[in-house]
């Protein structure tokens, strides 16, 4: 099994910055691509960013320029930095790590809550 564990979240005005973490535990396969996707209340959940085990990254239109993905695979983790907060960034955000169907799939974190004030 594989638990995910996000960190970071919270309030925090329009301009301003923060860094998610999530740390992934248990039987870990290090080829694998660990990404952050957000759901806002009455919406889907949505692709924010992507990392592979060999740092290939991908991002959302919408936050290209302003998140920054990066991970640690010594200690199984990923980051978030977010920074130029909007109000419309205001979303439940999890952590996801997929290790493709042929090594068990993919397990969710059970989210970080990031509010923006205007």
């Known amino acids: 099994q594989v638990r995910l564990v996000e960190s970071g979240g919270g309030l925090v005005q329009a301009g301003g910055s923060l860094r998610l973490s999530c740390e992934a535990s248990?039987?870990?396969?290090?080829?694998?691509?660990m990404g952050w996707y957000r759901q806002a209340p009455g919406k889907q959940r949505d692709l924010v960013a992507s990392i592979t085990d060999n740092n290939r990254v991908n991002y959302a239109d919408s936050v290209k320029g302003r998140f920054t993905i990066s991970r640690d695979n010594a200690r199984n983790t990923v980051y978030l930095q977010i920074n130029s907060l909007k109000p419309e960034d205001t979303a439940t955000y999890y952590c996801k790590v997929d290790f493709g169907i042929s090594y068990g799939g993919a397990y969710w974190g059970q989210g970080t809550q990031v509010t923006v004030s205007s």
């Open positions: 248990g039987r870990i396969y290090s080829k694998n691509t």
